[in-house]
């Protein structure tokens, strides 16, 4: 799950991490009266769930209450398009109106869970305000990297280190480890799997602070994080993943026009790769989880055909918790109360695949059986093709 700029500021301040003050507003004179309070100069900046908005425009310095009205005017209501929207852009609903600060350096500063080490790494960089992409590619000696022992947390000799190799001196070193450590404990003490400050800003002061603020947490981990599962945005996400959500389903929209149903999130990118393979493009990752039942795989299909790009379905089950014939039942009801128009193929095998198949067969409905998962992606993309 993603959250907004302002309500990761929101969290970083209950940790103790230093950021500007900043006033949120949905509409233009509200914008206005914010940056009143706030005085001049203050920036207005575009609250969406992607960063780059500086590069789209989402991101406006006022230094007069004329400058702030037009800002807020033009960035509310636009449609932000970054690197991170894709070209179909994402509507600005609301505004951040925060202070200035005279900026001496720009920084940056990430803690993520690196998955080959099974531990949290703190990194940092010198290339602050860049794509940290960018950077990892282009200068990879750039990025500082601390790996966090889990049974004693960031100790203060790898937040020095940081710091030292950030090239900080004198009182921001002390700063810095104090943000570098309040920040591991936001990390920690909200589940995230993601907070980034891009840009981590020094001040002409020798203040160390966050001037942005991205956090993306661990959806398993939402029901003991009732603060953080209360930031969720709507309508900052598919309305199919907010639908896929309600059932428990795990789905992700993609470009291609092959919708997948799938059990088994290894499964389905397997299913995935494998219609890339045979020159196909897979609409979607849609895994039913191993306990699906009629009312699931209703709500998958549903979900699939909402996408007017998807021209062919492919429906690959290995049945082992989730029964053949449970799953066919589904996709036979699904079929029918949809109306199903675009081709569908079904791979089933496993647990009563037998009955499974023969639903299917006597169903009277226009569906193409496969064999394994390369015939059925075959027949797909050769469906998706013709359609």
């Known amino acids: 799950m993603k959250i907004h700029e302002y309500q990761g500021k929101d969290i970083l301040r209950k940790y103790g991490v230093p950021t500007l003050k900043g006033t949120l507003a949905h509409t233009a004179d509200e914008a206005v009266a914010a940056a009143e309070d706030l005085g001049y100069p203050c920036v207005i900046k575009a609250q969406i769930h992607a960063g780059g908005r500086g590069k789209g425009g989402g991101v406006k310095l006022a230094k007069n209450k004329a400058e702030a009205k037009e800002h807020a005017d033009a960035i509310l209501g636009m449609t932000l398009k970054t690197h991170q929207t894709g070209p179909e852009g994402q509507l600005v609903?609301?505004?951040?109106?925060?202070?200035?600060?005279?900026i001496a350096r720009e920084l940056y500063v990430g803690v993520v869970l690196d998955r080959e080490t099974s531990r949290v790494?703190?990194?940092?960089?010198?290339?602050?305000?860049?794509?940290?992409?960018?950077?990892?590619?282009?200068?990879?000696?750039?990025?500082?990297k601390e790996w966090v022992d889990p049974t004693t947390g960031l100790m203060p000799f790898q937040a020095r280190n940081l710091a030292f190799g950030l090239g900080l001196k004198g009182s921001e070193i002390k700063h810095a480890v104090k943000f570098f450590t309040a920040l591991y404990a936001a990390y920690i003490g909200t589940d995230a799997s993601l907070a980034e400050i891009n840009p981590l800003v020094v001040t002409e002061g020798g203040e160390v602070i966050a001037l942005d603020a991205k956090f993306n947490f661990d959806d398993n981990s939402l029901y003991r994080q009732k603060d953080v599962a209360e930031m969720r945005d709507p309508d900052e996400e598919d309305p199919r993943e907010t639908k896929a959500k309600a059932f428990d389903l795990s789905y992700v929209a993609l470009d291609g026009n092959i919708g997948c149903?799938?059990?088994?999130?290894?499964?389905?990118?397997?299913?995935?790769?494998?219609?890339k393979h045979v020159g196909g493009e897979p609409a979607n990752f849609l895994d039913v989880g191993g306990g699906a039942d009629e009312a699931?795989?209703?709500?998958?299909?549903?979900?699939i055909l909402e996408d007017p790009a998807?021209?062919?379905?492919?429906?690959?089950?290995?049945?082992?918790?989730?029964?053949?014939?449970?799953?066919?039942?589904?996709?036979?009801?699904?079929?029918?109360?949809?109306?199903?128009?675009?081709?569908?193929?079904?791979?089933?095998?496993?647990?009563?695949?037998?009955?499974?198949?023969?639903?299917?067969k006597d169903s009277g409905l226009k569906i193409t059986p496969a064999d394994d998962m390369l015939d059925g992606a075959k027949k797909a993309v050769a469906a998706a093709g013709a359609a």
């Open 261 to 275: 149903m799938v059990n088994g999130a290894g499964l389905a990118m397997a299913t995935m790769d494998i219609i």
């Open 93 to 102: 609903k609301k505004v951040l109106v925060e202070s200035g600060c005279a």
């Open 296 to 303: 699931k795989v209703t709500a998958a299909f549903k979900i």
């Open 121 to 144: 790494c703190v990194m940092a960089s010198t290339e602050g305000g860049v794509e940290i992409e960018k950077v990892a590619e282009e200068t990879p000696d750039k990025i500082l």
């Open 310 to 360: 998807v021209k062919a379905v492919f429906v690959n089950i290995f049945g082992g918790i989730a029964k053949c014939d449970v799953i066919a039942d589904g996709v036979v009801a699904a079929a029918r109360e949809l109306g199903l128009e675009v081709p569908l193929i079904v791979r089933l095998e496993g647990t009563n695949v037998d009955q499974g198949k023969q639903i299917l």
